[in-house]
């Protein structure tokens, strides 16, 4: 889903939320631009969904190996003018296990957005997290398909004709898109059972792109 509680900000309040968003996202490449360095040393281009979180790392990897789903998405964003974080965190205060925070920053030509998912806290298993993300990497290729996407404002105005507004005191929006992008990566998955494997190995990977591209 998009959360989009804080587009009911006042205006104030908004731009004070936006920047701190802005500069979470620079301190994030700041981050991230490190932890990258040995893919773009080996001649690989970082991919476009991205995290600081080592585990989260592990399974954008594990999602483009067992899910062509999610392969694709990320292959689409890959080939957007837009970049996502994937971090851990809590939407509607735990209510929900993913969502895409209505924050939009754009600089040098790129449109960054910011993804949460929900830890595993609730007995979701690994696949059921996978698929969660694949959900919300559809949101953000949502975004990036429409140019004219630039802030919170023109988020929302997208998302009031795109989606359905959610119910239950929640404020945000759900599309038929997102859903069917994380009942397919599931899907996939469900197929696909998981390798064993040192889940550590990512260690060695160095960035998710070129796992995804060595398929
Ligand atoms: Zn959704």
Redesign the pocket.
Known sequence: ??YTILARLTGTNRLLTLGHTIASVIIAAALVSRTAAPAAAAGASPSRVRSTDATILELLREGGERSATFRALVDAIDHSSGIVYVEFGYCAFGHLH???LPFIASTHGNRYLRVTVMPDQRGKNRDQLLAVIG??L??ALEVFEHPDVVDVATMEAMYQTI?TPLTGGLK????SA??AA?DAVLSDLLRQRRPSRDVRRIAAVGGIRSSVRGQ
Do not use: L, N, P
């Open positions: 889903m998009v993913g969502c895409m959900h919300e559809r949101h989606g945000g929006y759900e599309t997102a859903r994380g």
